[in-house]
């Protein structure tokens, strides 16, 4: 079974720049989630879409963060304009019917 | 608000030591936990699980953990450990029942393996 896909893994950007993530969730699984994990600390979930609707995007910076999953499988993640303090890795996760997650290589992003 | 906390931000132990790492969570209403842990250069997997009954869980390599509901507590135990378990290991908690599944995680333990 393949896993999660996500790309890119790495991006380097100047502050204000646009940056998108891209992420192909394991076939068949509904559940798709974008966590944001800065270095020294756990994920924090960012999104959570169940089909192409969103569930969960209370912690997710509405002003410069939009995420979508128009087809209801593969999802991307923008940030416009990026900070400094965006610089984390960007990890996409997806869970079929069993209440595990399946976690991605995730997309480790620098804002210079 | 739900909250997972790891006591250990960076453990060293050498092989063959046995291993307990920490974990406390708040949660209302019923509650999944589980273990991941991130090799280097790897990405999150899934160590073990625990949904209902049995409360103490046994996971891929020879982990365990158990669940405490008094003490709200989620400890993973090795007796044994070996270099290639060197990792960062984070616990996670989502509601149970019906939820989506969202996870809240803990920052994270750094687990350092001597030969």
């Keep these: 079974?393949?896993?999660?896909?996500?790309?890119?893994?790495?991006?380097?950007?100047?502050?204000?720049?646009?940056?998108?993530?891209?992420?192909?969730?394991?076939?068949?699984?509904a559940t798709l989630y974008w966590y944001q994990q800065i270095l020294g600390q756990g994920p924090k979930l960012l999104i959570q879409f169940q089909n192409n609707g969103v569930v969960d995007d209370s912690q997710l910076p509405k002003d410069r963060f939009s995420a979508e999953r128009l087809k209801g499988v593969d999802s991307t993640l923008k940030i416009q304009p990026a900070k400094l303090e965006d610089s984390a890795v960007y990890l996409c996760a997806s869970r079929g019917s069993a209440d595990t997650q399946y976690f991605g290589p995730g997309t480790r992003l620098t804002v210079l | 608000a739900q909250s997972v906390s790891q006591h250990n931000h960076h453990v060293i132990l050498s092989e063959a030591a046995s291993l307990e790492l920490g974990c406390n969570y708040s949660y209302g209403g019923t509650v999944n936990l589980f273990w991941y842990v991130q090799y280097p250069g790897q990405h999150l997997q899934l160590l073990l699980k625990?949904?209902?009954?049995?409360?103490?869980?046994?996971?891929?390599?020879?982990?365990?953990?158990?669940?405490?509901?008094?003490?709200?507590?989620?400890?993973?135990?090795?007796?044994s450990v070996q270099w290639s378990d060197t990792a960062e290991y984070f616990c996670a908690a989502g509601a149970g029942g019906t939820s989506y599944g969202k996870l809240t995680f803990g920052q994270g333990t750094i687990l350092t393996v001597h030969p």
């Design chain 2, 50 to 79: 625990y949904f209902s009954g049995d409360p103490l869980v046994k996971g891929i390599k020879g982990f365990e953990a158990e669940f405490i509901k008094s003490k709200f507590s989620f400890n993973l135990r090795k007796p």
């Design chain 1, 1 to 29: 079974e393949a896993g999660v896909a996500q790309s890119p893994r790495y991006k380097i950007i100047e502050k204000r720049q646009s940056v998108a993530f891209w992420c192909n969730p394991i076939s068949g699984h």
